[in-house]
Protein backbone atom coordinates (compact mmCIF):
# COMPACT_ATOMS: atom_id res chain seq x y z
CA UNK A 1 0.00 0.00 0.00
CA UNK A 2 1.16 3.44 -0.67
CA UNK A 3 -0.06 6.96 -0.71
CA UNK A 4 -1.25 8.98 -3.44
CA UNK A 5 1.87 11.36 -5.29
CA UNK A 6 0.50 14.35 -4.57
CA UNK A 7 2.25 17.50 -6.37
CA UNK A 8 1.23 21.19 -6.54
CA UNK A 9 2.16 23.75 -9.07
CA UNK A 10 2.25 27.45 -9.40
CA UNK A 11 1.67 28.94 -12.77
CA UNK A 12 3.37 32.98 -13.36
CA UNK A 13 0.92 35.85 -13.00
CA UNK A 14 -1.52 37.00 -15.57
CA UNK A 15 -1.60 40.58 -16.99
CA UNK A 16 -4.95 40.43 -15.68
CA UNK A 17 -4.15 39.35 -11.81
CA UNK A 18 -0.72 42.05 -12.66
CA UNK A 19 -3.12 44.50 -13.75
CA UNK A 20 -5.60 44.05 -10.50
CA UNK A 21 -3.27 43.42 -8.10
CA UNK A 22 0.00 44.20 -9.06
CA UNK A 23 2.72 41.59 -8.01
CA UNK A 24 0.96 40.66 -5.01
CA UNK A 25 1.77 37.26 -5.04
CA UNK A 26 0.50 34.60 -1.92
CA UNK A 27 3.25 31.96 -2.13
CA UNK A 28 6.41 32.33 0.41
CA UNK A 29 8.75 29.15 -1.15
CA UNK A 30 10.40 27.58 1.77
CA UNK A 31 11.99 24.56 -0.59
CA UNK A 32 11.22 21.79 -3.03
CA UNK A 33 8.25 20.64 -0.98
CA UNK A 34 7.12 22.94 1.63
CA UNK A 35 5.64 26.44 1.54
CA UNK A 36 4.06 28.98 3.15
CA UNK A 37 0.60 30.14 2.08
CA UNK A 38 -1.03 33.28 2.95
CA UNK A 39 -4.09 34.09 3.00
CA UNK A 40 -6.15 37.71 4.76
CA UNK A 41 -8.79 35.16 6.56
CA UNK A 42 -6.66 32.30 7.25
CA UNK A 43 -3.24 34.19 7.84
CA UNK A 44 -0.26 31.79 7.12
CA UNK A 45 -0.91 28.43 6.35
CA UNK A 46 2.41 26.15 5.74
CA UNK A 47 2.00 23.34 3.39
CA UNK A 48 3.66 20.27 2.27
CA UNK A 49 3.41 17.96 -1.01
CA UNK A 50 5.84 15.71 -2.22
CA UNK A 51 6.70 18.09 -4.96
CA UNK A 52 6.42 22.11 -5.34
CA UNK A 53 6.56 23.30 -8.99
CA UNK A 54 6.99 27.32 -8.53
CA UNK A 55 6.57 29.44 -11.64
CA UNK A 56 10.11 29.06 -12.79
CA UNK A 57 9.46 25.62 -12.97
CA UNK A 58 9.90 23.52 -16.59
CA UNK A 59 7.21 21.52 -18.16
CA UNK A 60 10.05 18.65 -18.23
CA UNK A 61 10.24 18.70 -14.32
CA UNK A 62 6.65 18.13 -13.72
CA UNK A 63 6.63 15.33 -16.24
CA UNK A 64 9.82 13.42 -14.90
CA UNK A 65 8.73 13.79 -11.23
CA UNK A 66 4.86 13.14 -11.93
CA UNK A 67 4.50 10.96 -14.76
CA UNK A 68 7.54 9.17 -15.56
CA UNK A 69 7.82 6.46 -13.29
CA UNK A 70 3.64 5.65 -13.73
CA UNK A 71 4.45 5.56 -17.70
CA UNK A 72 7.24 2.97 -17.03
CA UNK A 73 4.95 0.64 -15.15
CA UNK A 74 1.98 0.94 -17.08
CA UNK A 75 3.63 -0.35 -19.81
CA UNK A 76 4.56 -3.46 -17.83
CA UNK A 77 1.27 -4.05 -16.78
CA UNK A 78 0.52 -1.70 -13.83
CA UNK A 79 -2.58 0.61 -14.28
CA UNK A 80 -1.94 4.02 -13.59
CA UNK A 81 -3.77 7.65 -13.01
CA UNK A 82 -2.64 10.99 -13.55
CA UNK A 83 -5.10 13.93 -12.96
CA UNK A 84 -5.00 17.83 -12.76
CA UNK A 85 -6.91 19.67 -10.57
CA UNK A 86 -7.66 23.28 -9.98
CA UNK A 87 -9.69 26.35 -10.18
CA UNK A 88 -10.77 27.57 -13.79
CA UNK A 89 -7.38 29.31 -15.68
CA UNK A 90 -4.92 27.96 -13.24
CA UNK A 91 -3.16 26.13 -16.33
CA UNK A 92 -4.37 22.73 -15.67
CA UNK A 93 -4.58 22.15 -19.86
CA UNK A 94 -1.38 24.15 -20.00
CA UNK A 95 0.29 21.23 -17.72
CA UNK A 96 -1.34 18.38 -19.44
CA UNK A 97 -1.37 19.24 -23.43
CA UNK A 98 1.25 21.94 -23.52
CA UNK A 99 0.86 25.10 -26.18
CA UNK A 100 -0.34 22.71 -28.79
CA UNK A 101 -0.62 19.11 -28.36
CA UNK A 102 1.17 18.61 -31.83
CA UNK A 103 3.37 21.49 -32.50
CA UNK A 104 4.50 22.05 -29.20
CA UNK A 105 8.24 23.22 -28.59
CA UNK A 106 10.40 20.88 -26.05
CA UNK A 107 10.18 23.43 -23.38
CA UNK A 108 6.08 24.11 -23.72
CA UNK A 109 5.24 20.37 -24.21
CA UNK A 110 2.82 19.30 -21.85
CA UNK A 111 1.91 15.71 -20.10
CA UNK A 112 0.51 14.13 -23.04
CA UNK A 113 3.06 14.32 -25.91
CA UNK A 114 5.60 13.28 -23.21
CA UNK A 115 3.65 10.06 -22.24
CA UNK A 116 3.02 8.85 -25.86
CA UNK A 117 7.27 9.65 -26.54
CA UNK A 118 7.96 7.33 -23.28
CA UNK A 119 5.62 4.73 -24.38
CA UNK A 120 6.87 4.22 -27.48
CA UNK A 121 10.52 4.70 -26.54
CA UNK A 122 10.39 1.70 -24.15
CA UNK A 123 7.81 -0.38 -26.44
CA UNK A 124 11.65 0.11 -29.02
CA UNK A 125 13.99 -0.53 -26.06
CA UNK A 126 12.27 -3.83 -25.47
CA UNK A 127 12.81 -7.64 -25.61
CA UNK A 128 12.11 -9.54 -29.24
CA UNK A 129 10.56 -11.81 -27.12
CA UNK A 130 7.50 -9.99 -26.19
CA UNK A 131 5.01 -8.11 -28.56
CA UNK A 132 2.81 -4.75 -27.79
CA UNK A 133 -0.29 -2.56 -28.68
CA UNK A 134 -1.26 0.56 -28.14
CA UNK A 135 -5.07 1.87 -28.18
CA UNK A 136 -5.99 4.61 -27.34
CA UNK A 137 -9.62 6.21 -26.29
CA UNK A 138 -10.77 10.00 -25.38
CA UNK A 139 -13.41 10.96 -23.75
CA UNK A 140 -15.35 14.09 -22.08
CA UNK A 141 -17.95 14.48 -19.17
CA UNK A 142 -19.99 16.95 -20.26
CA UNK A 143 -23.40 17.92 -18.45
CA UNK A 144 -23.13 14.37 -16.79
CA UNK A 145 -23.09 12.52 -19.91
CA UNK A 146 -20.11 10.75 -20.98
CA UNK A 147 -19.35 11.77 -24.88
CA UNK A 148 -16.54 9.59 -26.95
CA UNK A 149 -14.34 12.56 -28.57
CA UNK A 150 -13.47 10.17 -31.57
CA UNK A 151 -16.98 9.42 -32.52
CA UNK A 152 -19.25 11.80 -31.35
CA UNK A 153 -22.89 9.64 -32.15
CA UNK A 154 -21.66 8.11 -28.96
CA UNK A 155 -22.82 10.83 -26.35
CA UNK A 156 -24.25 8.71 -23.84
CA UNK A 157 -21.54 5.91 -22.54
CA UNK A 158 -22.71 3.49 -20.41
CA UNK A 159 -20.22 3.04 -17.61
CA UNK A 160 -19.71 -0.73 -16.16
CA UNK A 161 -17.74 -3.33 -13.82
CA UNK A 162 -16.02 -6.06 -16.02
CA UNK A 163 -15.77 -9.63 -14.39
CA UNK A 164 -12.88 -8.69 -12.61
CA UNK A 165 -14.36 -5.31 -11.23
CA UNK A 166 -12.60 -3.03 -13.12
CA UNK A 167 -14.56 -0.24 -14.36
CA UNK A 168 -15.05 0.16 -18.04
CA UNK A 169 -16.42 2.19 -21.04
CA UNK A 170 -18.92 0.48 -22.94
CA UNK A 171 -18.62 0.39 -26.60
CA UNK A 172 -15.82 3.49 -26.55
CA UNK A 173 -13.85 3.99 -29.45
CA UNK A 174 -10.52 2.29 -29.60
CA UNK A 175 -7.84 3.22 -31.82
CA UNK A 176 -4.79 1.33 -32.28
CA UNK A 177 -1.78 3.55 -32.75
CA UNK A 178 1.73 2.71 -33.79
CA UNK A 179 3.77 5.45 -33.42
CA UNK A 180 4.03 9.05 -31.74
CA UNK A 181 3.07 10.97 -34.70
CA UNK A 182 0.05 8.52 -34.96
CA UNK A 183 -1.16 9.03 -31.97
CA UNK A 184 -0.75 12.67 -31.62
CA UNK A 185 -2.45 13.37 -34.66
CA UNK A 186 -5.76 11.00 -33.53
CA UNK A 187 -5.48 12.93 -29.72
CA UNK A 188 -5.30 16.17 -31.41
CA UNK A 189 -8.52 14.96 -33.33
CA UNK A 190 -10.28 14.27 -30.57
CA UNK A 191 -9.35 17.53 -28.39
CA UNK A 192 -10.81 19.76 -31.07
CA UNK A 193 -13.88 18.02 -30.33
CA UNK A 194 -13.87 18.86 -26.91
CA UNK A 195 -16.24 21.58 -24.98
CA UNK A 196 -15.26 25.09 -24.45
CA UNK A 197 -15.83 28.43 -24.12
CA UNK A 198 -15.37 31.72 -22.93
CA UNK A 199 -15.77 33.22 -19.67
CA UNK A 200 -14.13 36.52 -18.11
CA UNK A 201 -11.22 34.08 -16.47
CA UNK A 202 -10.47 32.22 -18.90
CA UNK A 203 -11.05 33.04 -22.70
CA UNK A 204 -10.59 29.33 -23.84
CA UNK A 205 -12.47 27.49 -20.74
CA UNK A 206 -12.96 23.63 -20.31
CA UNK A 207 -16.37 23.27 -19.98
CA UNK A 208 -15.74 19.68 -19.40
CA UNK A 209 -13.64 16.68 -17.69
CA UNK A 210 -11.38 15.33 -20.37
CA UNK A 211 -10.19 11.58 -19.80
CA UNK A 212 -7.17 10.08 -22.13
CA UNK A 213 -7.40 6.52 -21.83
CA UNK A 214 -4.21 4.29 -22.91
CA UNK A 215 -4.37 0.47 -23.31
CA UNK A 216 -0.90 -0.99 -23.02
CA UNK A 217 -0.84 -4.64 -23.96
CA UNK A 218 2.06 -6.73 -23.21
CA UNK A 219 1.70 -10.21 -25.21
CA UNK A 220 5.09 -12.41 -23.60
CA UNK A 221 5.54 -14.89 -26.55
CA UNK A 222 7.55 -17.97 -24.55
CA UNK A 223 4.97 -18.20 -22.08
CA UNK A 224 1.64 -17.26 -23.56
CA UNK A 225 1.06 -14.31 -21.00
CA UNK A 226 -0.93 -11.34 -21.24
CA UNK A 227 0.13 -8.15 -19.18
CA UNK A 228 -2.35 -5.07 -19.92
CA UNK A 229 -1.69 -1.70 -18.21
CA UNK A 230 -4.31 1.16 -18.32
CA UNK A 231 -2.75 4.66 -18.36
CA UNK A 232 -5.55 7.21 -17.55
CA UNK A 233 -4.91 11.02 -17.74
CA UNK A 234 -7.72 13.48 -16.77
CA UNK A 235 -7.96 17.26 -17.57
CA UNK A 236 -10.80 18.25 -14.82
CA UNK A 237 -12.71 21.29 -15.80
CA UNK A 238 -11.94 23.98 -13.62
CA UNK A 239 -13.96 24.46 -10.11
CA UNK A 240 -15.79 28.19 -10.58
CA UNK A 241 -17.33 31.54 -8.62
CA UNK A 242 -19.73 32.84 -10.53
CA UNK A 243 -19.06 36.26 -9.07
CA UNK A 244 -15.59 35.95 -11.00
CA UNK A 245 -16.40 34.52 -14.10
CA UNK A 246 -19.81 36.30 -14.68
CA UNK A 247 -20.97 33.46 -16.22
CA UNK A 248 -24.81 32.95 -17.84
CA UNK A 249 -27.19 31.24 -19.92
CA UNK A 250 -25.89 27.74 -21.13
CA UNK A 251 -21.94 28.78 -19.61
CA UNK A 252 -23.64 29.03 -16.09
CA UNK A 253 -25.74 25.48 -16.22
CA UNK A 254 -22.34 23.87 -17.21
CA UNK A 255 -20.16 25.83 -14.47
CA UNK A 256 -23.40 24.15 -12.19
CA UNK A 257 -22.38 20.76 -13.47
CA UNK A 258 -18.65 21.07 -12.91
CA UNK A 259 -18.62 22.51 -9.75
CA UNK A 260 -21.28 19.77 -8.72
CA UNK A 261 -18.99 16.78 -10.01
CA UNK A 262 -15.97 18.15 -7.84
CA UNK A 263 -17.66 18.16 -4.74
CA UNK A 264 -18.77 14.40 -5.35
CA UNK A 265 -14.97 13.92 -5.55
CA UNK A 266 -14.79 15.95 -2.95
CA UNK A 267 -17.17 13.65 -1.11
CA UNK A 268 -15.22 10.70 -2.54
CA UNK A 269 -12.27 11.56 -1.31
CA UNK A 270 -13.72 12.90 2.26
CA UNK A 271 -14.99 9.00 2.39
CA UNK A 272 -11.64 7.35 2.00
CA UNK A 273 -9.64 9.50 4.19
CA UNK A 274 -11.93 10.34 6.88
CA UNK A 275 -13.62 7.24 8.37
CA UNK A 276 -12.91 6.84 11.89
CA UNK A 277 -10.78 4.25 12.69
CA UNK A 278 -9.35 3.52 9.41
CA UNK A 279 -12.08 1.44 8.33
CA UNK A 280 -14.44 2.79 5.26
CA UNK A 281 -17.82 1.49 5.37
CA UNK A 282 -19.31 3.45 2.20
CA UNK A 283 -17.56 5.31 -0.78
CA UNK A 284 -20.19 7.60 -2.91
CA UNK A 285 -18.79 6.92 -6.33
CA UNK A 286 -21.78 6.36 -8.09
CA UNK A 287 -22.46 10.28 -7.26
CA UNK A 288 -21.07 11.47 -9.76
CA UNK A 289 -19.74 9.86 -13.67
CA UNK A 290 -16.32 10.94 -12.88
CA UNK A 291 -16.11 9.29 -9.27
CA UNK A 292 -17.76 6.32 -11.05
CA UNK A 293 -14.87 6.36 -13.72
CA UNK A 294 -12.20 7.22 -10.94
CA UNK A 295 -12.90 4.23 -8.77
CA UNK A 296 -10.26 1.96 -9.60
CA UNK A 297 -7.82 5.42 -9.59
CA UNK A 298 -9.27 6.34 -6.15
CA UNK A 299 -7.91 4.11 -3.76
CA UNK A 300 -8.40 0.09 -5.65
CA UNK A 301 -5.92 -1.11 -8.35
CA UNK A 302 -3.64 2.36 -9.43
CA UNK A 303 -0.93 4.60 -9.31
CA UNK A 304 -1.95 7.43 -8.80
CA UNK A 305 -0.44 11.33 -9.03
CA UNK A 306 -2.43 14.39 -8.29
CA UNK A 307 -1.76 18.02 -10.21
CA UNK A 308 -3.06 20.75 -7.68
CA UNK A 309 -2.59 23.62 -10.43
CA UNK A 310 -2.32 27.70 -8.33
CA UNK A 311 -2.70 30.53 -9.36
CA UNK A 312 -0.37 32.54 -7.43
CA UNK A 313 -1.96 35.44 -7.27
CA UNK A 314 -3.63 36.96 -3.56
CA UNK A 315 -6.60 37.68 -6.12
CA UNK A 316 -7.12 33.68 -6.37
CA UNK A 317 -6.09 33.39 -2.80
CA UNK A 318 -9.43 31.36 -1.67
CA UNK A 319 -9.52 29.41 -4.52
CA UNK A 320 -5.90 28.49 -4.42
CA UNK A 321 -6.35 27.54 -0.72
CA UNK A 322 -9.16 25.41 -1.36
CA UNK A 323 -7.37 23.47 -3.82
CA UNK A 324 -4.03 22.90 -1.84
CA UNK A 325 -6.58 22.18 0.91
CA UNK A 326 -8.03 19.30 -1.60
CA UNK A 327 -4.47 17.77 -2.55
CA UNK A 328 -3.49 17.91 0.86
CA UNK A 329 -6.88 15.32 1.30
CA UNK A 330 -6.13 13.12 -1.02
CA UNK A 331 -2.41 12.76 0.09
CA UNK A 332 -3.90 10.56 2.66
CA UNK A 333 -5.88 8.43 0.17
CA UNK A 334 -4.25 4.50 0.30
CA UNK A 335 -4.03 3.05 -2.84
CA UNK A 336 -2.78 -0.22 -4.45
CA UNK A 337 -1.69 -1.99 -7.08
CA UNK A 338 -0.73 -4.93 -9.04
CA UNK A 339 0.30 -6.13 -12.76
CA UNK A 340 -3.23 -7.31 -14.49
CA UNK A 341 -1.31 -10.64 -16.20
CA UNK A 342 -3.26 -13.23 -17.28
CA UNK A 343 -3.71 -15.78 -20.12
CA UNK A 344 -4.44 -15.52 -23.80
CA UNK A 345 -8.18 -17.49 -23.42
CA UNK A 346 -9.32 -15.33 -19.89
CA UNK A 347 -8.71 -12.15 -22.38
CA UNK A 348 -10.51 -13.32 -25.40
CA UNK A 349 -13.17 -14.65 -22.80
CA UNK A 350 -13.37 -11.06 -21.03
CA UNK A 351 -13.75 -9.24 -24.70
CA UNK A 352 -16.28 -11.41 -25.44
CA UNK A 353 -18.59 -11.09 -22.37
CA UNK A 354 -18.43 -7.57 -23.36
CA UNK A 355 -19.27 -7.92 -26.58
CA UNK A 356 -22.66 -10.32 -25.73
CA UNK A 357 -23.78 -7.72 -23.12
CA UNK A 358 -23.56 -4.93 -25.97
CA UNK A 359 -25.15 -7.08 -28.45
CA UNK A 360 -28.10 -8.16 -26.20
CA UNK A 361 -28.88 -4.34 -25.50
CA UNK A 362 -28.90 -3.92 -29.13
CA UNK A 363 -31.28 -6.55 -30.02
CA UNK A 364 -33.35 -5.37 -26.92
CA UNK A 365 -33.44 -1.77 -28.52
CA UNK A 366 -33.92 -3.15 -32.09
CA UNK A 367 -37.03 -5.00 -30.72
CA UNK A 368 -38.52 -1.93 -29.74
CA UNK A 369 -37.81 0.19 -31.52
CA UNK A 370 -40.12 -2.19 -34.31
CA UNK A 371 -43.00 -1.73 -31.78
CA UNK A 372 -42.78 2.13 -30.80
CA UNK A 373 -41.50 5.09 -32.61
CA UNK A 374 -38.04 5.85 -32.62
CA UNK A 375 -38.67 9.14 -30.19
CA UNK A 376 -40.48 6.43 -28.10
CA UNK A 377 -38.02 4.46 -27.67
CA UNK A 378 -34.81 7.59 -27.21
CA UNK A 379 -36.87 8.12 -24.15
CA UNK A 380 -37.65 5.09 -22.62
CA UNK A 381 -33.61 4.45 -22.88
CA UNK A 382 -32.53 7.91 -21.38
CA UNK A 383 -35.24 7.34 -18.41
CA UNK A 384 -33.81 4.09 -17.48
CA UNK A 385 -30.44 5.04 -17.65
CA UNK A 386 -31.19 8.16 -15.77
CA UNK A 387 -32.87 5.82 -13.11
CA UNK A 388 -30.11 3.39 -13.26
CA UNK A 389 -32.49 0.67 -14.58
CA UNK A 390 -30.67 -0.30 -18.10
CA UNK A 391 -28.48 -3.27 -17.44
CA UNK A 392 -27.76 -6.65 -18.72
CA UNK A 393 -29.71 -9.64 -16.84
CA UNK A 394 -26.42 -11.30 -18.03
CA UNK A 395 -23.88 -9.13 -16.47
CA UNK A 396 -23.78 -10.68 -13.04
CA UNK A 397 -21.70 -8.14 -11.77
CA UNK A 398 -24.37 -5.94 -13.04
CA UNK A 399 -27.05 -7.82 -11.37
CA UNK A 400 -25.11 -7.37 -8.09
CA UNK A 401 -24.86 -4.23 -8.21
CA UNK A 402 -28.74 -3.49 -8.44
CA UNK A 403 -28.99 -6.00 -6.12
CA UNK A 404 -26.89 -3.89 -3.46
CA UNK A 405 -28.70 -0.80 -4.21
CA UNK A 406 -32.34 -2.91 -3.65
CA UNK A 407 -30.46 -3.90 -0.33
CA UNK A 408 -29.42 -1.32 0.58
CA UNK A 409 -32.81 0.73 0.41
CA UNK A 410 -34.31 -2.16 2.27
CA UNK A 411 -32.29 -1.74 4.78
CA UNK A 412 -33.05 1.53 5.12
CA UNK A 413 -36.78 1.38 5.24
CA UNK A 414 -36.40 -1.01 7.90
CA UNK A 415 -34.31 1.00 10.01
CA UNK A 416 -36.82 3.67 9.23
CA UNK A 417 -39.92 1.10 10.27
CA UNK A 418 -38.29 0.15 13.51
CA UNK A 419 -37.57 3.42 14.53
CA UNK A 420 -41.27 4.74 14.15
CA UNK A 421 -42.42 1.32 15.57
CA UNK A 422 -39.69 2.65 18.70
CA UNK A 423 -41.63 5.67 18.77
CA UNK A 424 -45.14 4.22 18.79
CA UNK A 425 -44.17 1.66 21.85
CA UNK A 426 -42.81 4.68 24.11
CA UNK A 427 -45.96 6.64 23.39
CA UNK A 428 -47.82 3.71 24.18
CA UNK A 429 -45.86 3.22 27.51
CA UNK A 430 -46.46 6.69 28.78
CA UNK A 431 -50.11 6.23 28.16
CA UNK A 432 -50.32 3.39 30.10
CA UNK A 433 -48.98 4.62 33.47
CA UNK A 434 -49.77 1.46 35.16
CA UNK A 435 -50.11 -1.48 33.05
CA UNK A 436 -48.68 -4.11 35.56
CA UNK A 437 -51.83 -3.02 38.24
CA UNK A 438 -54.34 -3.52 35.86
CA UNK A 439 -52.74 -6.94 34.68
CA UNK A 440 -52.69 -7.64 38.60
CA UNK A 441 -55.88 -6.59 38.92
CA UNK A 442 -57.73 -8.68 36.29
CA UNK A 443 -55.68 -11.41 37.71
CA UNK A 444 -57.91 -11.55 40.87
CA UNK A 445 -60.75 -13.96 39.37
CA UNK A 446 -62.32 -14.55 43.23
CA UNK A 447 -62.31 -10.68 43.39
CA UNK A 448 -64.03 -10.11 39.88
CA UNK A 449 -67.00 -10.57 38.45
CA UNK A 450 -66.82 -11.70 34.52
CA UNK A 451 -67.64 -8.12 33.35
CA UNK A 452 -64.98 -6.22 36.11
CA UNK A 453 -62.29 -8.82 34.55
CA UNK A 454 -63.46 -7.83 30.47
CA UNK A 455 -62.96 -3.86 31.54
CA UNK A 456 -59.70 -4.08 32.98
CA UNK A 457 -58.35 -6.52 30.14
CA UNK A 458 -59.82 -3.27 27.69
CA UNK A 459 -57.93 -1.34 29.80
CA UNK A 460 -54.76 -3.12 29.52
CA UNK A 461 -55.04 -3.15 25.81
CA UNK A 462 -56.39 -0.29 24.67
CA UNK A 463 -54.24 3.28 25.29
CA UNK A 464 -56.85 5.22 28.33
CA UNK A 465 -57.90 8.96 27.11
Request: charge should be negative; proline fraction near 2%.
Amino acid sequence: MSNFLVCARFRPLSSKEKRDCGDSVSVQKIDGENFVFKDEKDGDVTFCFDKVFYEESDQADVYEFLALPIVEDAVSGINGTIITFGQTGAGKTYSMEGTNIVDSDEQNKGLLPRVIDEIFKIIKCSKEATTYSVKLSVVEIYMEKVRDLFDLSKENIQIKESKTKEIMLCGVTEITVLDPAEALKKLSSGIANRAIGETQMNMASSRSHCIYIFTVQQELLFDKRIKSGKLILVDLAGSEKVEKTRAEGRVLEEAKTINKSLSALGNVINALTCSPHGKINHVPYRDSKLTRILQDALGCNSRTALLCCCSPSSSNASESLSTLRFGLRAKHIKASSRVNCCEDESIKKEVSFVQNTDESHERTMNKLKERLSFEDVELLEELLVQEGILFSPDSAEDFNSALDIITSRTISSLHQALEELVLVSEELMRENKNPKARLAAYEKPDKLCFWDKMSCALSYLLPSS
